[in-house]
């Protein structure tokens, strides 16, 4: 069974099979790992699309297709035999920057999504190989407020989450700037505001969404202000963790597949413009873990270091057979495991490139490094 580990993409798996191979999306492609059973070491075998800073992954069992968006100009590539050989694929896909890919197993078939920058939707039926836009998303009111901080202060659509009871019911993370809804299957979407407050450091800083498959109308959303939870889909929200809490910038969170009571997330203690002005070096990255559907949260870092230097980008989830893997990926190159459900971790790469939602890594680079790589990114290399 192969899993997928990377900043945007799929993030939770479950078949009867553990996992034998790791797809991590890094700053310089997808590092392929694999390992000869449960419990044998993972080992490093292969490195793809080199020329690609990973974004996302997304993998479909049935078929074998993965699917790898890029940032920058990384454009779309899928695989359709498990990582070995790619091509891009981009028929119908007007931007280059895509954040965001997704796939949905629907009962006439799979539906694949890409999620770009600028903010823009892509759906395909065909697995990938022609897509096109769904213009909706666009056409919500409050659209001239969509921003990200960092140049060029375009926003993006980071996460998409749907429950598979209602596949035509999905919500979209815009970030910086909506949650929105479509129980359409994307012809038409409404925006969902009410987690918001006045005193809000962030304008509608929404990272990602975890839908209950017992009950739909539980949710929970992590962004830019911490950790919300809604118990009546979206109507009313509970801030259960802010920003001055131990995560203040979650970004990574998924359901235990065998008990959705138990929650996972991942990220910095503080926002990622203050990982430079600090001066630190450090994200004050952790995980935490709640055992009542976000009501109340606790650490969960035994076996990590004492104090991660990168942030963790990136987690997920393998659950087989009543078993939960989960995987974390930093932007200094590690990527650590846990058997147990989060309650220990261990190292399996080190040295990899980093795992880096856009230019999260380049705050944990000494300044003459930076400044070298922010010299050729304005160069256009």
Not at 25 to 52: D, K, L, N
Not at 334 to 339: A, F, G, K, L, N
């Amino acid at each position: 069974m192969l899993v997928c580990l990377s900043p945007n993409g799929q993030n939770r798996t479950r078949t009867v099979d553990p996992a034998t191979e790791l797809l991590v999306g890094t700053i310089r492609g997808v590092v392929h790992f694999t390992r000869a059973s449960v419990g044998a070491p993972w080992r490093e075998s292969r490195r793809s699309i080199e020329q690609v800073h990973v974004s996302s992954i997304a993998y479909d069992a049935e078929s074998g297709a993965v699917l790898v968006g890029g940032h920058g100009q990384g454009g779309l590539w899928i695989s359709r035999d498990g990582g070995l050989t790619w091509a891009e694929s981009m028929d119908g896909i007007a931007e280059r920057h895509v954040f965001h890919v997704a796939v949905q197993r629907r009962s006439e078939g799979v539906v694949c999504y890409a999620g770009v920058e600028p903010p823009g939707l892509y759906r395909s039926r065909d697995l990938g190989r022609t897509w096109e836009l769904l213009p909706a998303l666009t056409e919500v009111p409050g659209t001239d407020k969509w921003t990200f901080p960092p140049p060029p202060h375009l926003a993006h659509v980071k996460n998409i989450t749907w429950h598979d009871s209602d596949p035509d019911t999905f919500y979209v993370c815009v970030e910086q700037g909506a949650l929105l809804r479509t129980r359409d299957a994307g012809e038409s979407f409404t925006e969902i505001d009410s987690y918001e407050k006045d005193t809000d450091l962030w304008y509608r800083d929404v990272h990602r969404t975890v839908i209950r498959e017992d009950d739909p109308a539980k949710i929970i959303l992590v962004g830019g202000e911490g950790i919300y939870r809604s118990l009546d889909a979206g109507v009313t929200w509970q801030h259960v963790q802010t920003r001055f809490d131990r995560l203040g910038y979650p970004d990574a969170l998924v359901l235990d597949p065998d008990d959705e009571t138990t929650v996972y997330a991942a990220g910095a203690g503080d926002p990622p413009r203050t990982w430079a002005e600090q001066q630190l070096g450090t994200a004050h990255a952790g995980v935490i873990r709640s055992f009542d559907f976000g009501e109340t949260w606790h650490e969960a870092v035994q076996g990590l270091p004492a104090d991660v230097k990168g942030n963790f980008e990136a987690m997920s989830l393998h659950g087989h057979n009543g078993e939960a893997e989960l995987f974390l990926g930093t932007a200094t190159g590690e990527v650590y495991h846990s058997t147990d459900r989060a309650e220990t971790w261990h190292e399996i790469a080190s040295g990899l490139p980093p795992v880096s939602k856009v230019h999260h890594y380049r705050w944990f680079l000494s300044p003459d490094e930076r400044s070298r790589i922010e010299k050729l990114a304005a160069a256009g290399h």
